[in-house]
């Protein structure tokens, strides 16, 4: 059974960090791609990065250069470091994989950006 714990989240003042994490089990982690998504209020979930099996990443353009995206494949862990955040990245943060033709999505972290 595939199983995804987020946790990191938190409030931050603008400019500040923080670090996710998000645990999984229930597959061979090591062999798939990993993806944060996040959610803010009254909008759409958007994707975030994409950390593929091997380490490369990917990530959208309001993220880049300021959130880093890793993989732990010893942990079956995977992170999403944020740095100069704004109040803009305030959401709901979920980690998600595609596994047996199925969408499978953590319950996620709330993130707050705010002074």
């Known amino acids: 059974q595939v199983q995804l714990v987020e946790s990191g989240g938190g409030l931050v003042q603008p400019g500040g960090s923080l670090r996710l994490s998000c645990a999984a089990a229930?597959?061979?982690?090591?062999?798939?791609?990993m993806r944060w998504y996040r959610q803010a209020p009254g909008k759409e979930r958007e994707l975030v990065g994409i950390?593929?099996?091997?380490?490369?990443?990917n990530y959208a353009d309001s993220v880049k250069g300021r959130f880093t995206l890793s993989r732990d494949n010893v942990k079956n862990t995977v992170y999403l470091q944020m740095n100069s955040l704004k109040p803009d990245d305030t959401a709901v943060y979920y980690c998600?994989?595609?596994?047996?033709?199925?969408?499978?999505w953590g319950q996620g972290t709330q993130v707050t950006v705010s002074s």
């Open positions: 998600s994989v595609w596994h047996g033709s199925t969408w499978y």
């Open positions: 229930g597959f061979t982690f090591s062999s798939y791609a």
């Open positions: 950390v593929g099996a091997v380490g490369d990443t």
